[in-house]
């Protein structure tokens, strides 16, 4: 057999070259920015629609400039969501789900405020540190999400937030935020924030961050960061990264 020991040397010497020069390369890790509280006059939105790269804009529904938005961010090819209103401590905003609603005003309320958003395949909440740790309110905003085939992603305004959990028993897609890009401080704070965000999304492979569309300076810190990070991070909406999970 005098073939046999150059065949396996020849086997084993290109085939250790293929294994190492065919090795994919290792995928980027990916980043979903969404900027809430979209729907109102106060949003930044010229300098959203001309950030470099992907994100997802919240909107509020019912609000004035909702409609205008969403039709604007489906021109654009932008990922949209509904950001929806839930009851917190807070007393002067109007809330689509409250924790003294019964279960079919809940059904009801947030079923009229996705319609309301044509298109959209997912929600977070705007808000919600009272409904979020109550389980009798989740239950029909999860019934909701569940006939219309949603996701939902836990903005998570306070630790005790049951949303992720009450979601996963259900069935229903979801992500919660790893961190809120502008809470506090300016450019510099916001970087500190994104610059967490990817060492999340290196080590987990994606990563979610909560801006807001009334923060000028936070979204101009965020082009730079994507223009930065342009060939070393993918910057996705949140319903392709929750999607494709
Ligand atoms: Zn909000």
Same mark, same amino acid.
């Given at each position: 057999?005098?073939?046999?020991?150059?065949?396996?040397?020849?086997?084993?010497?290109? #085939?250790?070259?293929?294994?190492?020069?065919?090795?994919?390369?290792?995928?980027?890790?990916?980043? !979903?920015?969404?900027?809430?509280?979209?729907?109102? $006059?106060?949003? @930044? *939105?010229?300098?959203?629609?001309?950030?470099?790269?992907?994100?997802?804009?919240?909107?509020?529904?019912?609000?004035?400039?909702?409609?205008?938005?969403?039709?604007?961010?489906?021109?654009?090819?932008?990922?949209?969501?509904?950001?929806?209103?839930?009851?917190?401590?807070?007393?002067?905003?109007?809330?689509?789900?409250?924790?003294?609603?019964?279960?079919? $005003?809940?059904?009801?309320?947030?079923?009229?405020?996705?319609?309301?958003?044509?298109?959209?395949?997912?929600?977070?909440?705007?808000?919600?540190?009272?409904?979020?740790?109550?389980?009798?309110?989740?239950?029909?905003?999860?019934?909701?999400?569940?006939?219309?085939?949603? @996701?939902?992603?836990?903005?998570?305004?306070?630790?005790?937030?049951?949303?992720?959990?009450?979601?996963?028993?259900?069935?229903?897609?979801?992500? !919660?935020?790893?961190?809120?890009?502008?809470?506090?401080?300016? !450019? &510099?704070?916001?970087?500190?924030? %994104?610059? *967490?965000?990817?060492?999340?999304?290196?080590?987990?492979? *994606?990563?979610?961050?909560? #801006?807001?569309?009334?923060? %000028? $300076?936070?979204?101009?810190?965020?082009?730079?960061?994507?223009?930065?990070?342009?060939? &070393?991070? $993918?910057?996705?909406?949140?319903?392709?990264?929750?999607?494709? &999970?």
């Amino acid at each position: 057999m005098p073939l046999l020991p150059g065949l396996i040397g020849l086997g084993l010497a290109t #085939g250790m070259t293929g294994c190492v020069t065919r090795s994919p390369a290792p995928a980027k890790p990916r980043l !979903a920015i969404i900027l809430d509280d979209a729907g109102n $006059e106060n949003g @930044f *939105y010229d300098e959203i629609f001309k950030l470099p790269r992907p994100v997802t804009l919240a909107i509020i529904p019912h609000t004035p400039w909702a409609a205008p938005l969403l039709r604007r961010a489906r021109q654009k090819g932008m990922d949209t969501i509904g950001h929806i209103p839930m009851q917190s401590p807070v007393t002067n905003e109007i809330f689509v789900v409250t924790t003294n609603m019964t279960a079919s $005003e809940i059904y009801e309320n947030l079923t009229a405020a996705i319609d309301s958003l044509p298109g959209i395949r997912g929600i977070n909440n705007h808000m919600g540190s009272l409904v979020s740790t109550d389980p009798a309110s989740l239950a029909p905003v999860m019934a909701v999400l569940k006939a219309k085939r949603m @996701f939902i992603v836990d903005s998570r305004t306070t630790r005790g937030s049951l949303i992720l959990k009450t979601a996963q028993e259900r069935g229903i897609p979801c992500l !919660a935020k790893d961190d809120f890009l502008d809470s506090e401080g300016g !450019a &510099d704070r916001m970087r500190k924030h %994104l610059s *967490y965000l990817l060492s999340v999304a290196r080590k987990r492979g *994606y990563a979610v961050g909560i #801006g807001h569309v009334q923060n %000028l $300076e936070a979204i101009l810190a965020l082009g730079d960061f994507m223009r930065e990070h342009a060939k &070393d991070v $993918e910057f996705v909406g949140i319903s392709q990264l929750i999607q494709a &999970d």
